[in-house]
Protein backbone atom coordinates (compact mmCIF):
# COMPACT_ATOMS: atom_id res chain seq x y z
CA UNK A 1 0.00 0.00 0.00
CA UNK A 2 1.42 3.42 -0.87
CA UNK A 3 -0.09 6.69 0.43
CA UNK A 4 0.47 9.88 -1.58
CA UNK A 5 0.02 13.87 0.01
CA UNK A 6 -0.34 16.36 -2.58
CA UNK A 7 0.43 19.80 -2.46
CA UNK A 8 1.23 23.20 -3.86
CA UNK A 9 -2.49 24.11 -5.96
CA UNK A 10 -3.55 27.27 -5.88
CA UNK A 11 -4.89 30.44 -7.76
CA UNK A 12 -2.91 31.40 -10.74
CA UNK A 13 -3.52 34.61 -13.75
CA UNK A 14 -3.29 32.65 -17.25
CA UNK A 15 -0.21 33.40 -18.06
CA UNK A 16 1.57 32.19 -14.61
CA UNK A 17 3.14 28.87 -12.65
CA UNK A 18 2.75 26.64 -10.21
CA UNK A 19 4.24 24.03 -8.98
CA UNK A 20 2.87 20.86 -7.08
CA UNK A 21 4.16 18.27 -5.08
CA UNK A 22 3.28 14.63 -4.36
CA UNK A 23 5.15 12.63 -1.57
CA UNK A 24 5.22 8.92 -1.80
CA UNK A 25 5.44 6.32 1.53
CA UNK A 26 6.84 3.67 -0.41
CA UNK A 27 8.56 2.45 -3.37
CA UNK A 28 6.80 2.54 -6.60
CA UNK A 29 7.65 1.98 -10.55
CA UNK A 30 6.16 5.01 -11.65
CA UNK A 31 4.06 8.19 -10.62
CA UNK A 32 1.74 10.52 -12.46
CA UNK A 33 -0.68 13.55 -12.54
CA UNK A 34 -3.85 12.99 -13.37
CA UNK A 35 -6.46 16.03 -13.36
CA UNK A 36 -10.46 16.52 -13.60
CA UNK A 37 -12.16 19.54 -14.41
CA UNK A 38 -15.79 20.50 -13.75
CA UNK A 39 -18.23 18.34 -15.73
CA UNK A 40 -15.57 16.31 -17.63
CA UNK A 41 -13.94 12.86 -16.84
CA UNK A 42 -10.26 12.51 -15.01
CA UNK A 43 -7.75 13.14 -17.73
CA UNK A 44 -3.95 11.79 -17.65
CA UNK A 45 -1.51 14.58 -17.60
CA UNK A 46 2.18 13.34 -17.19
CA UNK A 47 4.40 11.01 -15.63
CA UNK A 48 7.40 9.55 -14.73
CA UNK A 49 9.46 6.53 -14.24
CA UNK A 50 11.54 6.42 -10.78
CA UNK A 51 14.07 4.14 -12.11
CA UNK A 52 16.18 5.70 -15.49
CA UNK A 53 13.18 8.80 -15.41
CA UNK A 54 11.71 8.41 -18.59
CA UNK A 55 8.51 10.76 -18.76
CA UNK A 56 5.62 11.18 -20.84
CA UNK A 57 3.24 13.98 -21.32
CA UNK A 58 -0.41 14.59 -22.96
CA UNK A 59 -0.12 16.90 -25.73
CA UNK A 60 -2.04 19.54 -24.25
CA UNK A 61 0.87 20.14 -21.65
CA UNK A 62 3.75 19.24 -23.47
CA UNK A 63 6.38 21.76 -23.46
CA UNK A 64 4.74 23.78 -20.68
CA UNK A 65 4.34 21.26 -17.19
CA UNK A 66 7.36 19.16 -16.33
CA UNK A 67 7.46 16.70 -14.06
CA UNK A 68 10.79 15.22 -12.26
CA UNK A 69 11.63 13.30 -8.92
CA UNK A 70 13.71 13.68 -6.01
CA UNK A 71 14.47 10.00 -4.97
CA UNK A 72 15.93 10.53 -1.67
CA UNK A 73 12.41 12.48 -0.74
CA UNK A 74 10.25 9.97 -3.03
CA UNK A 75 8.68 13.01 -4.41
CA UNK A 76 7.39 13.76 -7.19
CA UNK A 77 6.79 17.52 -8.94
CA UNK A 78 5.03 18.96 -11.50
CA UNK A 79 6.09 22.50 -12.59
CA UNK A 80 3.08 23.92 -14.99
CA UNK A 81 4.39 26.81 -16.54
CA UNK A 82 2.16 29.30 -19.15
CA UNK A 83 -0.70 28.46 -17.88
CA UNK A 84 -4.02 28.70 -19.09
CA UNK A 85 -7.93 29.11 -17.81
CA UNK A 86 -8.19 25.54 -19.52
CA UNK A 87 -5.95 24.26 -16.86
CA UNK A 88 -8.16 24.55 -14.20
CA UNK A 89 -9.19 20.96 -12.42
CA UNK A 90 -8.28 19.06 -9.51
CA UNK A 91 -5.12 17.35 -10.21
CA UNK A 92 -4.11 14.16 -8.61
CA UNK A 93 -1.05 12.05 -7.84
CA UNK A 94 -1.04 8.77 -8.54
CA UNK A 95 1.51 5.96 -8.34
CA UNK A 96 1.68 2.25 -9.18
CA UNK A 97 4.08 -0.56 -8.37
CA UNK A 98 3.70 -2.86 -11.32
CA UNK A 99 6.42 -1.99 -13.77
CA UNK A 100 4.72 -1.00 -16.85
CA UNK A 101 5.73 0.58 -19.92
CA UNK A 102 5.40 4.87 -19.21
CA UNK A 103 2.88 5.19 -22.00
CA UNK A 104 0.51 2.82 -19.75
CA UNK A 105 -1.71 5.38 -17.88
CA UNK A 106 -3.56 2.68 -15.50
CA UNK A 107 -2.53 3.40 -11.63
CA UNK A 108 -3.27 1.57 -8.71
CA UNK A 109 -3.02 4.26 -5.57
CA UNK A 110 -4.19 8.12 -6.08
CA UNK A 111 -3.61 11.21 -3.68
CA UNK A 112 -6.72 13.43 -2.48
CA UNK A 113 -6.27 16.04 -4.69
CA UNK A 114 -5.33 19.77 -5.06
CA UNK A 115 -7.38 22.43 -6.91
CA UNK A 116 -5.40 24.29 -9.50
CA UNK A 117 -7.72 27.24 -10.49
CA UNK A 118 -6.19 29.71 -13.87
CA UNK A 119 -8.48 32.79 -14.16
CA UNK A 120 -8.46 34.85 -17.46
Known amino acids: QVQLEESGGGLVQAGGSLRLSCAAS?????MGWFRQAPGKEREFVAA????????YYAASVKGRFTISRDNAKNTVYMQMSSLKPEDTAVYYC????????????????WGQGTQVTVSS
Open 94 to 109: AARQSIMPIFITRYDY
Open 48 to 55: IKWRGGST
Open 26 to 30: GRTDA
